[in-house]
Every structure is written in C-alpha cells, then in structure tokens.
C-alpha cells in the first residue's frame, strides 16, 4: 500500500485542498464517507486563530488490494490515532480514478485511491 502525507499551511487556506479531495476533475466518482467542505475551512480558521502553522494533514493511500468499508474505516481510524487526531473529525473521501488495462481483452478496470484530511496539530 502506498501512503503519502503532506500538511498544509493554514496560510493556504482550505479551497485549494478542498477542491481537490472534493470535486477532481479526473475522478470517475467521489464518495465523501464523512467530514465536508465546512470541516476544512473550520480547521483552518482555528489554526489561524490559535496561531497554529498547519491547517490539515492530507493522507493519501493507495491500497494494492480492494478494501472493504470497514476495513477503510478501521486503517482511517488507525491513522487518526497515530497522529492523535479525532476520528469523529476527520474528512474521508474515497475517488475512483480510471486506468487503462486489458483485462478480458480491452476491458476498462477502475481503482480507488482514498484520501483522508485531519486537523491541526501543535507542530
């Protein structure tokens, strides 16, 4: 599986984050599982406030094998552990991105790559 995190500077604001994770272009479709729009402007205005540099911490992964829901929510929820964030607080949306392949000669097959955003932390 293939995990990448950046954090991004509440200077930044949330739109460009938030149109990504949300809206992509180049996905087939989003499933928003929870969290929203909102969420992310709300962190970014208490990091500002609170004079906290990072907003967000954007994890995206890329799992080799299909994953069930729950097993989407139990690795989301070992994330948010890890970097002691609220797992009630998190935004997680799954994108389901094309890829060409020949399967059964030139059959179109989809993958998913997920993304989760939490808030702030003190460093």
Known sequence: ??????RIKASSGHQAVS??????????A???TSGSDYLLKDWMKEARREGI???LRHIA???SEAMTDQQLSDFAEDICRELEADPERTTFVIHQNP???LVAG????SRSQHQILVGHSRD
């Open 1 to 6: 599986m293939i995990v990448q995190e950046t």
């Open 19 to 28: 149109r990504h994770v949300l809206s992509g272009a180049r996905n087939e």
């Open 106 to 109: 030139m059959a179109r097959q």
């Open 30 to 32: 989003i499933r928003l």
């Open 99 to 101: 890829r060409a392949s």
């Open 53 to 55: 540099r990072y907003g």
């Open 61 to 63: 992964f890329n799992p």
